[in-house]
């Protein structure tokens, strides 16, 4: 995409709308991050007035860190072979997000599994309770960050007996020179 | 006839079931199978069984991949008395393709109590043994036999064809020395198994057992 | 519906009439693809047991368990991998990483068995029939996961080096030593082979995570010499580093000094801020080498008085009379050394026992005492004439040297030796301004010279000259000049299987002449301060001491370590003699609280 | 025909039986064979000769451990009662007093019967297994029964015009004496209509809707296991051999020997491969709606044609 | 595609409707509810149509996915990067080596290797090669929705001839694991650049029997003109990809629109046909078939013969990628494949995200689509709009 039609466009979305940390992550993609009041105005605008229209996916990245879901849509125009990726951050508790399944008839089913995947739900947005991958899942949605898949699995599905590994380094020191090296009291 | 049970003492709960539903489904046990009682009706029974091995068609995961060169041009594992079948009260072999994901292992324990014995049981790749690549995947179980009894396993990532053509030739092997009695352990150890099987899946949404 | 669209789908008539695309025997006509990724095979002569591939498994289906065959060879750590084919995918990351090359695939796949539990096996030890195959995935030519070859170290250009002193070896900068760092496997099989057992991968983590406190901290934990050792080590560890079985080794010693380099020494008590102990025993060490300093510092971390009894002016030992400043500068030894005796070391110099304090006395008035005076005698050429004066002994000129004293060798030299101190006498006195000639026994590839002091003595313009046994010094006729007549060797094979022999060859003679001729042949210890009673007392054979337990004598409150007391006679066993040694003295002077620590233990 | 003493009646069913078996293992072979040519098209090799028996066999040894009610058992039983009834009032080899079962003045209107009593029966079991895909499978085989049916009535209308008999004996008679007598080239038209419907009574595509198991898996029987499953496979092989023998004897002469028999009908039952393997399935409606269009109007035409030119 | 655009850009059509369909009262006796899958044969992979049937005619479908969900983004984020590399491929089964491509590719970008040209040729033909057994794959999956079970064995060994090659190519038949991050795994083995090429001869044979029994076939138009078709209008509000998309006339295929790896160096032309019902969407397809194998021939032409296949690598035990975000596509057999990558410049990545063109084609546009087919077409429907399961669900 033409560098000066890009920044236009950005100029002309940062006066109407709350947008922050823009980066240019390469020619073909640009992200940036809009308050969720503007957004869902934002995603429409953009689809419809600066062409946008193809929704690639939408997703979710959990800083856990900061205590914040951050929702990725990813908008790609056709005609000027351009990818916008609009983020968009929430409350990692239980705070509710506008539906875009209006504008695009696959989002509600990128909606319905993050509501399985990271628990946030969409307001009207159908069939969102339905189960998507899961099937009578009760712990908490398993991709968020503090959800150790590992710890579940061994409990829950455990593993076959008759493994065993030793680590060369703490094998070498047993076998080969057990009072030596390192702090000895 | 099998509709109910008529021994009081002997019958599945079906807790999962509404009351409705619970009239509808049957409560009694599996049985175990047993032999003819002359061992030449037995063998003959077997060698017609090994020769005759009817796959579920239910592609539970990976290997459902590998299936298809099998039973096509390439293989032709009709040449060995293997078909595929699309209905479990007709098929005799199911072959787990690799990982069984939570939500399909309640479709498979469906799919294999419908299934009329003497049934087999082959699992394919390496997920079913020990949890493979999805060993610490938190909707795939690790142990597959302890939820359903297997009576092969055939190793790799995805085995290829020629080992199943090899793996079904040693259940034909088995079946006729009279060895595999998979489907007579499930009987056996039907609680074990049942309430591993719960273990895992959440919404027991079924009856106890599926005829 | 078209006449076309009725006919032309009989088409499919046409097949029945050409050869099946069914393969007859699929189990037996079917061999995996020459380069297919089959079932593991480990050829266990070569594995060294890194385990990496059990860390780069994402599967978690390789476990290195112990081969008792295996066990106690050095750089092998005696385990090898064992295959759980439950979680194997066959990705061949294993084979990709595995630095001995060991681990390879066959085209072998099928195994079925009735047995979920059968899926194990250790690869080469366990009896599989694909062992032997032929084919199947190896790691492809140019295909790395790591970074084979080493980071260049920049080197002062010879032109520059044989003129001065200055260090030869300029040191890492943070980019070089965080991509060199990068290189480690981390299998740590270095860590058993290194005589003090210094914690290898760990400080070399420090490097990438740049964290040098860290690293400084780690390395003091066995070794107080990280500014000597960083330089001059003789780097076992870098000998059996899984990295340079198919490509170069990881710069163990160059990461080591890169981190004392990046640490300033007035940092040093606030980043190893050793917490000293509260104790009332005194412990006397004879000698400041290497040995006795690391003893002392050990020593005084548990609170001891601790005096070190020295006979020269300085501090170091060989490190600092031995060793020319080109190679390891005396600002670099006394960065270690003053950290050393900053923690409270006493340090006694230019005492000597048996003539300033006799052995029995420090006997007495100590609770326990560690010697290590080394190996400081040279030893003789065994030839007639070799105690001309013109005959001088490499450890002198290097001491002459490192005092800033004139060892007055001349302009053309010859070294004998094949040796560090031949080549560090040799490269001195090419800095001297001296043509060197080093004659040796054997052939240059049996030098026990590290072959980077070889080939940079070369360089420097040393000419070696291999095979050459010297036979007689002579007198060149009056002269200040000496003689040298020496033969030609031939390798002759040791029936034994041992390394080949050199054999004088008689009829091929060569006498020249010389300014001097440095001997450095090899060194021996100088024990004349103990009494023969103590010597016999000490048990010592050949002037070496053999050391039970924890570097203890057969004399109570004796412990001893260092050259005299090891085979390998190098700083860094030295080193861990001291450190082992202070494990004794603690045992010794404590054992209540040693039995009790080693209790909780089990 | 009456018979005169019991004595006669069993060695007639003696016959029977012997013949009921010669069929049935012919009908198994014939499918390995038939299989193994589709094979061959397809680029493998199939399934071993043998290969029928032992299914038939495994599926009567398999145990069953389940019901849906009685029906559900008798619909096998019908079908197979279905197929024996067929054969029983077919003459096999013509000439023969041992082949020619039961077959009397009246018998094709009997075949005619005995066929559609057979699917109906069929239809009840599977109806009652109560699985929605046995339901559409019957729905859509009974539907597709009753428009191949069409053509299939008229061209037999037509040969019974033209013959003036309701006797297979007879009819086979009438063609004797040369492929020139054959209804195949008297009646053309008929034996037209008849091979076209033939090609929906052997189930092979595009007419296979009913039992496809890329939709409904298997159709009809998919409840139906262990010995039930058997009995189908029998009857599958009988019927199918049955109704090969029946076009034979209406439409190409009959046979006089086993030789003649087998490959006849093996030719005839050559034609609905050839289309078989060629083509996809046609959906159930477009499958009647092909019916009630050209091989009805090749029906009716057969009927002009023995009324207008045969007759006349 | 004039009128395309002003539709898309207002996006009210009438025809773009997302409504879910109001639930029927099953207890009328009206309605059958039928559930296809996930155990039958008839539907693509492991997954699950709920039908809603009046007659024999569909009035509701609701698919259901989630049997082969392994959870492999969360997988992703617990493995270091050169671990994901052997994870990746499972994500789509029959299609694997787009997977390693995207994946490697956007580790790659993230931080800046470079990888020589030659891995770039040698992946090229590795994705052109996969995506030739990919659609052989489907097409043998068409016709035998359709019920014609001649084909899909002539197709799948064919089929099975380019696995051999991948064998030899790759060591694996199925999951090659071949492209990693950094360049590829090996170069090309002996004599492998003639095999290949006989293989693509008898291959292109073969397309040419397919096309006449299978295309030029009454029952095949008749099962599938008119089934399934794809308004032009729905493309963008549904996000409709690939060839399903070209079908239409919609000359968008990421090949030539962003080329990535030496397709700008390659020579063809978008392919688009201009009515997307089964029928379209087949025949759109089998002429991709051959424009793969035209490419493969092209890219064996030009294959380096030697040089390096990997770039400088680090020691990937210990491996930390830059803190960035990417999102890297291309153009599979189904359209756009893409994988999103957050690091944080940690030796495991923050998140991933699969974007498989199934995802919307299998649950919104099948859903779609359904309506109003007959239940005897849902598998041939189902199959036409060529989605695999495993990459929806990941």
Redesign the interface.
Same mark, same amino acid.
């Given at each position: 995409m033409n560098e000066k039609t890009l920044n236009t466009m950005l100029e002309k979305l940062k006066q109407e709308f709350d947008i922050s940390d823009i980066v240019e992550h390469k020619p073909r993609l640009t992200t940036f991050t809009v308050s969720k009041q503007h957004a869902e105005t934002l995603i429409r605008e953009l689809r419809d007035r600066e062409a946008y229209t193809h929704l690639n996916f939408m997703t979710c990245i959990d800083y856990i860190e900061d205590g914040i879901f951050s929702l990725v849509y990813m908008l790609h125009n056709y005609g000027k072979k351009h990818s916008l990726g609009v983020h968009v951050n929430i409350s990692r508790n239980g705070e509710e997000v506008f539906s875009i399944h209006t504008l695009w008839a696959q989002a509600w089913t990128y909606q319905r599994e993050l509501r399985e995947m990271y628990g946030i739900r969409f307001t009207d947005s159908p069939r969102l309770d339905e189960d998507f991958c899961l099937e009578g899942w009760d712990q908490i949605p398993p991709m968020r960050r503090e959800f150790d898949t590992k710890k579940f699995s061994h409990e829950r599905f455990g593993h076959r007996e008759g493994r065993s590994s030793e680590v060369p380094r703490e094998h070498m020191k047993v076998q080969l020179y057990p009072n030596r090296g390192g702090d000895e009291e | 006839m099998f509709k109910k049970s008529l021994n009081t003492e002997d019958t599945l709960e079906n807790a999962g079931l509404t009351v409705e539903e619970q009239q509808l489904f049957s409560n009694a046990r599996p049985q175990a199978y047993e032999p003819y009682p002359i061992k030449a009706v037995e063998d003959f029974a077997n060698w017609a069984r090994a020769n005759s091995l009817w796959i579920l068609a239910f592609g539970t995961g990976c290997g459902a991949i590998e299936m298809r060169p099998l039973m096509t041009a390439r293989f032709d594992a009709n040449r060995f008395g293997v078909a595929g079948r699309p209905t479990p009260r007709q098929s005799s072999v199911f072959v787990i393709g690799g990982y069984a994901s939570v939500k399909t292992l309640k479709r498979i324990v469906r799919s294999y109590e419908q299934m009329q014995g003497p049934k087999f049981v082959i699992a394919l790749g390496i997920c079913p043994v020990n949890g493979g690549m999805y060993f610490d995947s938190y909707n795939t179980v690790n142990r597959f036999d302890q939820y359903l009894p297997v009576d092969l396993y055939i190793t790799g990532c995805m085995p290829r064809p020629e080992v199943l053509v090899a793996g079904i030739m040693e259940l034909q092997k088995m079946i006729k020395a009279g060895k595999c009695n998979g489907a007579n352990r499930y009987v056996d150890n039907f609680d074990w198994y049942k309430a591993n099987q719960k273990k895992v899946i959440k919404n027991w949404d079924m009856p106890d057992y599926n005829w | 519906m078209s006449l076309r669209d009725l006919l032309s789908p009989f088409y499919v008539w046409q097949r029945a009439f050409e050869k099946p695309y069914t393969t007859k025997r699929p189990t037996l006509d079917r061999p995996g693809a020459p380069a297919y990724r089959g079932f593991h095979i480990n050829i266990t002569e070569t594995c060294v047991g890194c385990g990496s591939c059990h860390t780069i498994c994402q599967n978690h289906a390789i476990d290195m368990v112990a081969v008792d065959e295996y066990v106690g060879r050095d750089g092998d750590s005696g385990l090898r991998p064992r295959f759980d084919y439950g979680r194997c995918c066959w990705c061949g990351l294993c084979v990709d990483i595995c630095t001995a090359g060991s681990l390879r695939m066959s085209n072998e796949y099928a195994w079925i068995s009735e047995d979920p539990g059968d899926f194990h096996f250790t690869a080469g030890i366990d009896d599989k029939p694909w062992q032997e195959n032929a084919l199947g995935y190896r790691r492809a030519e140019g295909y790395h996961l790591y970074p084979p070859k080493r980071i260049t170290m920049p080197m002062l250009p010879v032109e520059e080096s044989v003129n001065t002193f200055d260090e030869v070896v300029r040191g890492y900068d943070k980019e070089q030593a965080k991509k060199e760092a990068d290189r480690c496997v981390e299998c740590g099989i270095c860590v058993a082979t290194c005589p003090a057992h210094m914690d290898v991968p760990d400080y070399i983590h420090s490097i990438r995570d740049g964290d040098y406190e860290k690293g400084l901290q780690l390395m003091y934990r066995t070794n107080p010499f990280p500014a000597t050792c960083g330089r001059i080590c003789t780097r076992r560890c870098e000998s059996v580093c899984p990295v340079g079985i198919l490509g170069e080794p990881v710069a163990i010693r160059w990461l080591k000094r890169f981190i004392v380099d990046q640490v300033d020494k007035k940092d040093y008590p606030r980043i190893l801020n050793e917490p000293i102990g509260e104790s009332d025993f005194k412990v006397a060490i004879i000698g400041a080498g290497p040995g006795g300093l690391s003893a002392a510092y050990y020593l005084r971390q548990q609170g001891h008085a601790v005096t070190v009894y020295e006979s020269r002016a300085s501090a170091g030992g060989m490190l600092r009379y031995g060793v020319p400043s080109y190679r390891l500068p005396d600002v670099e030894l006394d960065k270690d050394i003053e950290h050393i005796l900053a923690i409270g070391v006493d340090i006694k110099y230019d005492t000597e026992i048996g003539r300033d304090i006799s052995f029995e006395t420090l006997l007495e008035d100590n609770d326990a005492i560690f010697m290590s005076t080394g190996l400081s005698v040279p030893s003789s050429m065994r030839i007639h004439g070799e105690d001309h004066p013109r005959v001088l002994s490499g450890l002198q000129v290097l001491a002459d040297v490192a005092s800033g004293r004139d060892p007055g060798i001349g302009k053309k030299i010859a070294v004998i030796g094949g040796g560090n101190v031949a080549m560090d006498a040799a490269r001195v006195s090419r800095r001297l301004g001296a043509d060197v000639t080093l004659l040796y026994r054997r052939r240059i590839s049996d030098m026990p010279a590290d072959d980077e002091e070889i080939d940079e003595s070369q360089a420097e313009g040393v000419v070696i000259v291999q095979q050459a046994i010297p036979v007689e010094v002579l007198d060149a006729d009056g002269t200040e000049r000496v003689c040298i007549k020496w033969g030609e060797a031939k390798m002759v094979d040791d029936p034994k299987g041992g390394r080949p022999r050199p054999v004088l060859q008689e009829d091929r003679m060569h006498t020249e002449t010389y300014d001097c001729i440095i001997s450095a042949i090899g060194q021996s210890s100088d024990l004349g301060y103990l009494s023969s009673e103590v010597q016999d007392q000490l048990a010592i054979e050949w002037g070496r001491f053999k050391p039970v337990e924890y570097q203890h004598t057969m004399m109570e409150k004796v412990f001893v370590g260092g050259d005299f007391a090891n085979r390998t006679a190098d700083a860094i066993s030295a080193i861990e003699d001291g450190h082992h040694a202070a494990r004794g003295i603690n045992r010794f002077l404590n054992p209540d609280a040693f039995i009790k620590a080693e209790m909780q233990d089990e | 025909m009456i018979y005169q003493s019991l004595g006669e009646w069993f060695d007639k069913i003696g016959n029977f039986s012997l013949t009921l078996l010669i069929v049935t293992v012919y009908g198994l072979l014939m499918g390995a064979f038939i299989e193994r040519i589709i094979a061959k098209v397809q680029g493998r090799i199939g399934i071993p000769y043998k290969q029928p028996f032992i299914n038939v066999l495994k599926n009567i040894f398999k145990r069953t451990a389940i019901s849906h009610g009685i029906m559900f058992y008798l619909g096998p039983v019908f079908r197979i009662a279905g197929g024996i009834g067929t054969l029983a009032f077919i003459p096999v080899i013509f000439g023969s007093e041992t082949f020619s079962n039961f077959s009397t003045a009246g018998d094709l209107f009997l075949v005619i019967y005995f066929m559609f009593f057979g699917q109906l029966g069929m239809a009840l079991g599977a109806g009652e297994s109560g699985h929605p895909y046995s339901a559409i499978g019957v729905a859509r085989g009974l539907s597709q029964m009753t428009a191949y049916e069409v053509p299939f009535a008229l061209a037999v209308v037509a040969i019974v015009l033209q013959y003036g008999t309701l006797s297979i004996n007879d009819i086979v008679a009438a063609q004797q004496g040369g492929w020139q007598h054959w209804t195949m080239v008297t009646n053309w038209p008929a034996t037209l209509a008849a091979m076209l419907a033939f090609l929906g009574m052997t189930g092979y595509s595009p007419f296979d809707i009913f039992l496809a198991p890329q939709e409904i898996p298997i159709g009809p029987p998919t409840e139906f296991h262990s010995a039930y499953l058997g009995l189908l496979q029998l009857n599958r092989a009988l019927f199918g051999a049955t109704k090969l023998i029946l076009f034979m004897n209406l439409f190409f002469g009959g046979a006089t020997g086993w030789p003649e028999l087998m490959l006849k009908t093996w030719l005839i039952y050559m034609v609905a491969i050839v289309v078989g393997v060629a083509f996809p399935r046609y959906r159930v409606d477009q499958g009647i709606r092909f019916f009630f269009k050209l091989p009805t109007l090749i029906g009716i035409m057969s009927i002009i044609y023995v009324q207008m030119v045969l007759t006349a | 595609m004039t009128s395309l655009?002003r539709h /898309?850009? #207002?996006?009210h059509s009438a025809a773009?409707d997302?409504?879910?369909p109001e639930p029927v009262d099953l207890s009328s006796g009206k309605y059958?509810k039928?559930w296809q899958g996930?155990?039958?044969?008839?539907i693509t992979?492991?997954m699950s149509l709920e039908l809603t049937l009046e007659g024999?005619t569909i009035i509701g479908c609701k698919t259901h996915?989630?049997?082969?969900?392994?959870?492999f983004?969360?997988?992703m984020?617990?493995?270091?990067f050169?671990?994901?590399f /052997?994870?990746v491929c499972?994500i789509a089964? =029959?299609e694997p080596t787009f997977n390693e491509y995207l994946y490697s590719h956007a580790v790659e970008?993230l931080s800046g290797i470079e990888i020589p040209d030659r891995a770039v040729w040698l992946r090229t033909l590795n994705l052109e090669l996969m995506r030739l057994a990919s659609f052989l794959?489907w097409i043998?999956g068409q016709?035998? +929705?359709?019920? @014609?079970? /001649?084909v =899909?064995?002539?197709t799948?060994?064919h089929?099975?001839f380019v696995? &051999?090659l991948f064998?030899?190519m790759?060591?694996?038949?199925?999951?090659h694991?071949y492209i990693v991050p950094g360049?590829v795994? +090996?170069?090309l =083995?002996e004599g492998f650049e003639k095999r290949a090429r006989d293989v693509m001869d008898s291959t292109e044979k073969m397309l040419g029997?397919v096309e006449?029994? @299978?295309f030029?076939? +009454?029952? #095949?138009?008749?099962?599938s003109r008119g089934l399934g078709i794809i308004d032009p209008e %729905?493309i963008?509000?549904?996000?409709i990809v690939g060839p399903n998309a070209r079908a239409c006339g919609v000359a968008?295929d990421l090949r030539k &629109?962003?080329p990535y790896l030496a397709y700008d160096q390659l020579d063809f032309d978008i392919i688009t046909g201009h009515d997307c019902d089964a029928y379209g969407r087949a025949w759109q397809r089998l002429q991709e078939t051959r424009q793969s194998i035209d490419l493969i021939r092209q890219c064996l032409d030009r294959m380096p013969v030697d040089g =390096?296949?990997?770039a &400088? %690598?680090?020691?990937?035990?210990?491996w930390k990628v830059p803190a960035?975000?990417?999102?890297v596509?291309a153009e599979c057999t189904r359209g756009?494949y893409?994988y999103?990558m957050?690091t944080d410049g940690s030796e495991y990545v923050?998140?991933v995200?699969v974007?498989g063109p199934s995802?919307?084609h299998a649950?919104?546009?099948m859903e779609?689509l359904a309506v109003g087919c007959?239940?005897?077409?849902?598998?041939g429907l189902m199959v036409s709009l060529h989605t695999y399961p495993?990459e929806i669900?990941r």
């Open positions: - | - | - | - | 655009n /898309t850009l #207002t996006g773009l997302f409504s879910q059958v039928l996930p155990q039958h044969p008839g992979g492991n024999d996915v989630g049997y082969l969900h392994r959870g983004e969360k997988l984020e617990r493995r270091t050169i671990q994901n /052997t994870v499972r089964v =029959p970008e794959m043998g016709s035998g +929705a359709f019920g @014609m079970y /001649t =899909p064995n002539w799948l060994s089929r099975d696995l &051999d064998e030899e790759t060591g694996a038949r199925i999951y694991m360049g795994r +090996a170069g =083995p029997q006449r029994v @299978m030029n076939n +009454a029952v #095949t138009k008749a099962r %729905m963008d509000p549904y996000g968008r &629109d962003e =390096p296949f990997q &400088d %690598m680090p020691n990937v035990l210990h960035g975000e990417t999102y596509k756009e893409g999103y957050v923050r998140r995200h974007r995802y919307t649950i919104a546009v779609r007959n239940i005897a077409d849902i598998a495993p669900e």
